[in-house]
């Protein structure tokens, strides 16, 4: 007589009925497991893009619509933006360097000054 093992589901642990190659009693479980899975790489691409889009959101309040605006560093420090998070850097032809959250950035200026920005049309 065939020796006969029962499967277990690899998210509940509950018994399989059903199909030999079955690994999940349903659709919630198999999600459950993969997004564990996925989960303990991800935390850290998460967390930092997270990040950017704070960043970017603030820049966008500081805009408030227009592409050119003046803000202090401490206006957005008590905003909760975090400057070592940026996704790019642009260095215009006079030298200056624009840090970008994507397609709004920033340019140090004198003391605590910082000249807001947002790019139009280019990728």
């Known amino acids: 007589m ?8 690899l998210s509940c642990t509950k ?3 059903g199909r030999i190659d079955k690994k999940f009693c349903n659709d919630y ?7 564990g899975l996925k989960s ?11 990040a950017l889009l704070k960043n970017r959101r603030i820049l966008e309040t500081i ?5 050119m605006a003046k803000t202090t560093k401490e206006r ?4 909760g933006f975090l400057f070592k998070y940026s996704t790019h850097t ?8 624009y840090h970008f959250c994507y397609e709004c950035g920033y340019l140090p200026l004198e003391g ?6 947002k790019r139009t049309g280019e990728v």
Not at 2 to 9: G, L, Q
Not at 29 to 35: H, I, Q, T, W
Not at 63 to 67: T, V
Not at 112 to 117: E, G, S
Request: net charge positive; charged share 15%.
């Open 76 to 79: 957005l420090l008590q905003q």
């Open 15 to 17: 018994t399989l009925h």
């Open 63 to 67: 805009l408030g619509g227009e592409e």
């Open 40 to 50: 303990g790489s991800n935390t850290t691409v998460r967390n930092i893009n997270n």
């Open 112 to 117: 605590d000054w910082l000249l807001v920005v």
């Open 90 to 97: 642009y260095t215009n032809k006079k030298g200056n360097v």
């Open 29 to 35: 479980c198999r999600n459950n497991y993969n997004n």
């Open 2 to 9: 065939p020796e006969t093992s029962t499967k277990t589901c």
